[in-house]
């Protein structure tokens, strides 16, 4: 069974200020895809960045970039120029291809004015 | 484009009652869909993997009798709790996977239930 580990519960940033979150997994498979989702208070799911464990180059998304160490299984989130609408839960999912997501138990990221 | 909803999004009932949670994609045909639920502070747990026009497939501890699953088209699944208890009080979210994207799931806004 695959799982994933977020070590943070909570973290803080000062606006302007680059923060990474941590993520580390276990898994088996050799083919699979990791996600950092943002949950703002609605509690919408909303995806940031989606990297494929396959693909060597780390993805990034504007502000948003990834650190993936797929030896280490690590995938950390690193936000630059923290805004206060960053503001929310984090969570990091793996998922094997066309199945089901495993979450993290979240990181509350605080971005301070 | 990939858009899922959900219906209510907050309800309230009194225990021993049964609650029906819709989850539906709007713009696409969702091969699979998942039922997740979230407590307060905690993270998103899968309850249920339901693939159109079979069975659900249940995770461990999760009660097949208390959480019906119906999954009867490409656009729509059902969660039914039947006879609420205030421990099932929670959030529960549901997403959608297509055959075409095959690396990704697209979540609804989930609906709050909250047992009496």
């Known amino acids: 069974a695959q799982t994933v580990t977020q070590s943070q519960p909570e973290m803080s940033v000062q606006e302007a200020e680059t923060v990474t979150l941590s993520c580390t997994y276990d898994?088996?498979?050799?083919?699979?895809?990791l996600f950092w989702y943002k949950q703002p208070p609605s509690r919408q799911m909303i995806l940031v960045i989606r990297?494929?464990?396959?693909?060597?180059q780390n993805a990034t998304e504007n502000r948003f970039s990834v650190n993936f160490q797929k030896a280490a299984k690590s995938f950390s989130l690193k936000i630059s120029d923290s805004q206060l609408g960053d503001t929310a839960m984090y969570f990091c999912?793996?998922?094997?291809?066309?199945?089901?997501?495993?979450f993290g138990a979240g990181t509350r990221l605080t971005v301070k004015p | 484009g990939a858009v899922v909803s959900q219906h209510p999004s907050w309800v309230i009932c009194k225990s021993g009652t049964s609650v029906k949670i819709e989850c539906r994609s709007l713009?696409?045909?969702?091969?699979?869909m998942f039922w997740y639920r979230q407590f307060p502070k905690q993270s998103l747990m899968l309850m249920a993997t339901?693939?159109?026009?079979?069975?659900?497939?249940?995770e461990q501890g999760v009660e097949k009798d208390k959480f019906l699953i119906n999954h009867a088209s490409l656009t729509l699944s059902t969660l039914t709790v039947t006879s609420a208890h205030p421990e099932d009080s929670s959030f529960y979210i549901c997403?959608?996977?297509?055959?075409?994207?095959?690396?990704?799931?697209?979540f609804g806004p989930g609906t709050r239930l909250t047992v009496l």
């Open positions: 990297q494929e464990a396959y693909k060597q």
């Open positions: 713009d696409f045909q969702a091969t699979t």
């Open positions: 898994t088996s498979e050799n083919n699979y895809y």
């Open positions: 339901s693939n159109e026009g079979s069975k659900a497939t249940y």
């Open positions: 999912a793996f998922m094997k291809l066309h199945n089901d997501m495993r």
């Open positions: 997403s959608a996977q297509t055959r075409e994207v095959y690396n990704e799931q697209f």
